[in-house]
């Protein structure tokens, strides 16, 4: 596990994380993911810490509506999601 920060393009939004990116990251397939491109890593709640810019998150779900996608309200970069395991 290791330690690692990161932002939004305009850098409203900051957070910390800690992820094992010995592990596999997940190329989804849904419409949303691969029209950008994304290869996904997950952690658990406690390891993701959001230290700026809650105001300034807007949320999307789309399909089954288990996944919060939260984008910066100023420059519209999604950052991270949150959802539920084990899916």
Same mark, same amino acid.
């Given at each position: 596990?290791?330690? @690692?920060?990161? %932002?939004?393009?305009?850098?409203?939004? !900051? @957070?910390?994380? *800690?992820?094992?990116?010995?592990?596999?990251?997940?190329?989804?397939? $849904?419409?949303? $993911?691969?029209?950008?491109? &994304?290869?996904? %890593?997950? #952690? #658990?709640?406690? =390891? &993701?810490?959001? #230290? %700026?810019? /809650? /105001? =300034?998150? #807007? /949320? @999307?779900? &789309?399909?089954?509506?288990?996944? %919060?996608?939260?984008?910066?309200?100023? $420059?519209?970069? !999604? $950052? &991270?999601? @949150?959802? /539920?395991?084990? *899916?």
């Amino acid at each position: 596990m290791k330690h @690692y920060t990161g %932002s939004c393009h305009c850098g409203v939004i !900051q @957070y910390k994380v *800690d992820l094992d990116l010995e592990k596999p990251v997940m190329e989804c397939n $849904c419409s949303h $993911c691969e029209r950008k491109g &994304f290869l996904l %890593s997950f #952690t #658990t709640r406690e =390891n &993701f810490h959001l #230290t %700026s810019g /809650e /105001e =300034n998150l #807007t /949320e @999307y779900k &789309f399909n089954k509506n288990v996944i %919060s996608h939260l984008f910066c309200k100023i $420059c519209g970069v !999604q $950052c &991270f999601g @949150y959802g /539920e395991m084990p *899916d």
